[in-house]
């Protein structure tokens, strides 16, 4: 039998290994230090070393911080994110759908979608807030116009979790989704919609049985990074949001008042969701792409 040797290594690659290992522990070290420490006993403190190994502080955090109502802060950004993925999904697919034919203007409306993603994300929350505080102002105006005295003087503030929020959201996820979905038809065979149609199917059938399952995958990812981005917000959301806090402002307002490591069990928690997300996405990609091939076989 013929001895199998292996090839050297280049001189270079221990060195670009080992800035690589740094780079992923600068990468990840601050995140694996959070979720270490929130596991700290009843005396545990904000660094190291940790003293004792519990769950006390996920006990606290279900008891609650103070005046803050976490769970409520966290169903807002679960509810946000999940009408997020919902609409980039949607609107992304019916775009890069629009897209696919030459389009008058087409060009300045995409360059004015994705324009959106190289401003400040604090600018366009200010300019979101702004906007709505004039619907504000016109709206009360017509209600007085009108003679509604008290529906003006009872009326609060179009900013909310709904409106402004929500288009403050998708002001930084549909860019990416379009983005992606350009990719993905960019690389799309049109044959597979001409045999469909050549077989009699309709538009619509052409879509539904064709289109979409190769498409699903993608459309899938870009859910998912629809919510992700969504729920991590902060800055688009500060100026948009009205008088309600989601999960993410919650937290930023914590680090400046609590000083325990319950701090750092909501943390773990926020980003364990995240993880959850990308694990259930890749897991429908995975089911999507084995039924493709089991198709392809029979």
């Not at 279900?62 to 609409?87: K, N, P, Q, T, Y």
């Amino acid at each position: 039998m013929q001895a199998r040797f292996r090839e050297p290594r280049a001189p270079g690659f221990w060195p670009l290994a080992c800035l690589f290992a740094l780079f992923v522990l600068f990468l990840y070290g601050p995140m694996l230090t959070i979720f270490a420490l929130s596991f700290q006993g009843p005396d545990g403190g904000l660094t190291f070393p940790m003293n004792g190994l519990s769950l006390h502080w996920y006990r606290q955090l279900a008891e609650g911080l103070g005046v803050v109502d976490i769970g409520a802060a966290f169903r807002r950004s679960l509810a946000l994110g999940a009408v997020v993925m919902a609409l980039t999904m949607g609107l992304s697919l019916l775009a890069a759908l629009a897209f696919r034919k030459r389009l008058r203007g087409g060009g300045v409306l995409f360059y004015v979608t994705v324009a959106s993603l190289i401003m400040p994300s604090i600018v366009v929350s200010l300019g979101i807030g702004l906007q709505f505080r004039l619907i504000d102002t016109g709206l009360k105006a017509l209600l007085t116009a009108l003679g509604m005295t008290d529906q003006a003087d009872s009326f609060g503030s179009s900013l909310g979790l709904w409106t402004s929020a929500l288009g403050a959201h998708l002001t930084w996820t549909l860019p990416f989704g379009l983005l992606i979905m350009f990719a993905v038809f960019n690389r799309f065979n049109p044959a597979y919609e001409e045999a469909a149609r050549d077989l009699g199917a309709t538009p619509w059938q052409t879509f539904r049985h064709v289109v979409l399952p190769l498409i699903a995958p993608s459309l899938i990812g870009v859910g998912m990074f629809g919510f992700t981005l969504s729920w991590d917000e902060i800055a688009r959301t500060s100026q948009a949001i009205g008088d309600v806090n989601t999960l993410p402002l919650e937290l930023q307002g914590l680090t400046t008042t609590v000083t325990t490591p319950s701090i750092y069990a909501l943390g773990t928690l926020t980003t364990v969701v995240s993880f959850v997300v990308m694990g259930l996405t890749m897991l429908a990609i995975v089911r999507l792409r084995r039924r493709q091939s089991a198709g392809r076989v029979d």
